[in-house]
């Protein structure tokens, strides 16, 4: 008897009272990190025995364990599988993160991506050898152009952030180029946080503008902010409240007038594709998220990808390394002082080109017409999700938006519920959240974009489970419900604070963690 | 000694032409736990309304706004080791830094405790 339970208690996952000896519960397994696996010498391959060589490494030598698990094959399968299997993703259902464009990955741009000649190219290739991928390149850059009315675009860029970088530092080279010196960047403040944090890593003082009443730039503010110490203004429209910048032109003129820049952060260019062209709001520099707006792989799926549209004035600084076309064939510009004043060189290569791939084919499936109605079922949706919810939660500004619904906690006033409370039960009705708290100038925001992905039944059970969940907050005393949840998720409410105070960053085996806790 | 108020949630006690600044009771409660304070350096020059420190929670980063004018000449490093302080005992043991005043007549415009009391109360 008392084997027994020595046996059972080596299950380590399994806490007391636990519904399980093992701490699985049915198929939802418990998984050990791989480290915590195996034995020493166990291999899923089997490797030539090492030859006696002398170390010529001296007293550099490894004395210490390398630490790698012990694995069979079937045991590092198993591994990953599971965790795969914990992982939510935009595959296994509606993924509502506001700002963040989670839309459908089509299949037709995998099969693309694996052809042989895109998928096994190399970067350093002689050029007369990768013509086609490089005929790609400039295809999509030629459909950036159109779609955004812009007459050049960077390609390199990584993903949004090292775009804005780009576009940034494209505006400082134009600025230094005409011999003037501007420190400020005006950011409203509802931006991303990355826009003043691409401002400040190009070394500009970030100066915040508010918003006015109806969430939109406070137009009086940032003409009061204005001189000749302003480099740019940095604007995401549709901006983070998932309203249009009705006043973007005017904001355009101003900015220029001033000879600043405009920065369009083109995160939410999902909503108008096809239907506004940035160019002719007079952006100046905008980056285009590949990964959001053309369907290519988010997140931990990604990479992502974030190639800079510019305008005649930045044009001529645009980033090595670039394609053009030569007597009819293309070539890469590599080196300073082949045409321009290009700022310098922001990665090792001509960007992903896996990436490119993938959106030019969203691209050419959809044609034209559909891209435009792309914009249209996305902003559809989301308008949908506002209307249909707008008595049971509580809009956090009056009006249409445009691809997410914007809502704050009003309706949640005196339940004892509050937004994160609200979005752990939404997990345990199967629904990955929205993002919350965000952004900051709304109170408890709850940020929906659903994007043209979504049919009307999965909208309207999606809608289903939040006026569900806003009704029962509302009954009254319905607190310590809310913050049970999540009830069914492999680990219940985690403790954030403690995660952010004193982060375990390292695995570290069970004797030495004891011996660093000590 | 005097306490006052502003519109940001900062707090100020007033010594002289000395000011110990925190956040309030209901800035902590607004952004729920603290998990990292970024303090100013000592002898920084700040400027009423301009940035004096960081506080992040688990929600939100936030700037502290000086509430005056003058020159920071002692902070609160503890709240680096346990920034739970300010969650803990915001008008108390949780203050950011003490600033030395170069224009008390700035301190005028800010709300004493009633003041702030019912701004509070017209925000909820």
């Known amino acids: 008897m008392s084997d027994w339970s020595k046996a059972v208690s080596a299950f380590k996952s399994a806490g007391e009272g636990a519904p399980t000896m093992t701490g699985n519960l049915g198929l939802q397994l418990e998984e050990p990190l791989i480290f915590e696996q195996g034995e020493d010498g166990r291999c899923g391959v089997d490797l030539p025995p090492v030859p006696k060589v002398e170390s010529k490494l001296g007293g550099l030598a490894r004395k210490g364990r390398i630490g790698l698990p012990g694995l069979s094959e079937p045991q590092v399968v198993r591994h990953y599988t599971r965790l795969s299997q914990k992982n939510y993703a935009i595959d296994a259902g509606l993924y509502p993160l506001g700002s963040c464009t989670m ?11 694996r052809l042989p000649g895109f998928s096994d190219v190399h970067p350093l290739q002689p050029v007369s050898t990768v013509q086609g ?7 999509l850059a030629h459909w950036l152009k159109t779609l955004t009315g812009m007459p050049a675009v960077a390609m390199s860029p990584a993903a949004g952030a090292h775009g804005e970088l780009c576009g940034m530092m494209a505006i400082r080279a134009a600025i230094e180029a005409k011999g003037e010196r501007r420190t400020r960047v005006l950011v409203p403040e509802s931006a991303h946080g990355t826009n003043p944090a691409t401002a400040a890593a190009c070394g500009y003082i970030v100066d915040p503008i508010p918003a006015n009443a109806r969430g939109r730039v406070d137009i009086e503010a940032f003409k009061a902010k204005l001189g000749d110490d302003v480099a740019a203004v940095m604007i995401t429209n549709p901006n983070t409240c998932g309203l249009f910048e009705s006043e973007i032109i005017e904001i355009a003129e101003l900015i220029h007038s001033v000879g600043g820049y405009f920065y369009c952060d083109g995160a939410n260019f999902n909503a108008i594709v096809g239907r506004v062209r940035p160019g002719d709001l007079g952006v100046d520099a905008m980056h285009i998220n590949l990964h959001k707006t053309f369907s290519t792989p988010h997140g931990g799926g990604g990479p992502g990808a974030g190639p800079v549209v510019l305008s005649e004035a930045l044009a001529k600084f645009v980033p090595m390394p670039y394609v053009v076309q030569e007597a009819g064939s293309y070539k890469l510009v590599e080196h300073e002082g082949e045409g321009g004043q290009n700022f310098g060189r922001l990665k090792a290569f001509q960007g992903q080109m896996g990436m490119f791939v993938r959106a030019l084919t969203y691209m050419m499936s959809h044609g034209a017409d559909g891209l435009r109605q792309v914009a249209s079922d996305a902003v559809l949706n989301a308008n949908y999700i506002l209307a249909r919810l707008k008595d049971e939660m509580s809009p956090a500004f009056d009006g249409p938006c445009m691809h997410e619904a914007l809502f704050d906690d009003t309706f949640l006033k005196g339940t004892g519920v509050t937004t994160l409370d609200f979005a752990k039960a939404m997990i345990d009705e199967g629904y990955h959240p929205m993002t919350m708290y965000f952004p900051l100038v709304v109170h408890g925001a709850l940020l929906i974009e659903p994007t043209e992905t ?3 039944d999965a909208i309207d059970q999606f809608i289903a489970v939040l006026g569900g969940l806003a009704q029962r907050a509302k009954q009254g005393d319905q607190a310590d419900w809310f913050r049970a949840a999540p009830r ?5 409410r985690l403790d954030e604070t403690s995660a952010a ?3 375990i960053l390292r695995w570290m085996p069970e004797t030495e963690s004891k011996e660093a806790a000590d | 000694m005097t306490r006052k108020y502003t519109e940001d949630h900062e707090w100020l006690e007033i010594a002289g032409d000395i000011a110990t600044v925190g956040i309030t009771d209901y800035a902590q409660q607004q952004l729920g736990d603290v998990v990292f304070v970024e303090l100013p350096s000592i002898g920084k020059k700040v400027t009423k309304g301009g940035d004096a420190a960081v506080v992040e929670s688990v929600k939100a980063a936030s700037e502290v706004y000086s509430p005056a004018t003058g020159e920071v000449v002692e902070v609160n490093s503890d709240l680096e080791a346990a920034p739970n302080t300010v969650n803990d005992d915001p008008h108390g ?5 003490k600033m030395k005043l170069s224009n008390s007549g700035e301190l005028d415009s800010l709300m004493d405790e ?4 019912a701004f509070v109360e017209g925000l909820a």
């Open chain 1, 488 to 492: 069914y998720t492999p680990r219940r």
């Open chain 2, 114 to 117: 009633a003041g702030y009391k």
């Open chain 1, 501 to 503: 105070r004193k982060p």
């Open chain 1, 103 to 113: 839309k459908h990955n089509p299949r037709l741009n995998e099969k693309m991506a």
């Open chain 1, 454 to 456: 979504e049919s009307k």
């Open chain 2, 93 to 97: 043991k949780g203050w950011f830094f």
């Open chain 1, 133 to 139: 991928a490089l005929e790609l390149i400039d295809t």
